[in-house]
C-alpha cells in the first residue's frame, strides 16, 4: 500500500519562499514518477511541476517555471518543491502524485495518471 505524506505548507507573505516536502513509503520510490499539483478554492486541480524517477528531467507550468524548482531524494524516499518569490495566486492546496511508470524517462503532467495521491498541504500567500 503506497502512501504519501506532505509537509511544509503554511501561511507566509508574497515574496517569501517555502520548502514542500513529500514522502512515499510502501514501495520502492525510484520506480515512481512523480509531480506536484494544486487546486484553488473553486478551482480543479492544476500541474505545477513533474521530475522523472532518476531526477534527471523536470517540468515547470509556465505560472511557477523560474520560481519553482523540483528535486527528490530516492534515498530518502522524498520529493521536494522550492518555492520562491511566492505570490498570492499561488494560494491552494499542494498535492504531490506519484506515477507507476517505472523507470519512464519523461515527466508526466496530466494528472489522471498518477496512481497515487497524498492529502495535501495548505500553502498560504498574503499580500
Known amino acids: 500500500q503506497v502512501q504519501l505524506v506532505e509537509s511544509g505548507g503554511e501561511m507566509v507573505q508574497a515574496g517569501g519562499s517555502l520548502r514542500l516536502s513529500c514522502e512515499l513509503s510502501?514501495?520502492?520510490?525510484?520506480?515512481?514518477?512523480m509531480g506536484w499539483f494544486r487546486q484553488a478554492p473553486g478551482k480543479d486541480r492544476e500541474f505545477v511541476a513533474g521530475?522523472?524517477?532518476?531526477?534527471?528531467?523536470?517540468y515547470y507550468a509556465p505560472s511557477v517555471k523560474g520560481r519553482f524548482a523540483i528535486s527528490r531524494d530516492n534515498t530518502k524516499n522524498t520529493v521536494y518543491l522550492q518555492m520562491n518569490s511566492l505570490k498570492p495566486e499561488d494560494t491552494a492546496v499542494y498535492y504531490c502524485?506519484?506515477?507507476?511508470?517505472?523507470?519512464?524517462?519523461?515527466?508526466?503532467?496530466?494528472?489522471?495518471?498518477?496512481?497515487?495521491w497524498g492529502r495535501g498541504t495548505q500553502v498560504t500567500v498574503s499580500s
Open positions: 502524485g506519484a506515477d507507476a511508470a517505472a523507470y519512464n524517462n519523461d515527466v508526466e503532467v496530466r494528472g489522471w495518471m498518477y496512481d497515487y
Open positions: 510502501g514501495r520502492t520510490f525510484s520506480r515512481y514518477r
Open positions: 521530475i522523472t524517477w532518476n531526477g534527471l528531467k523536470t
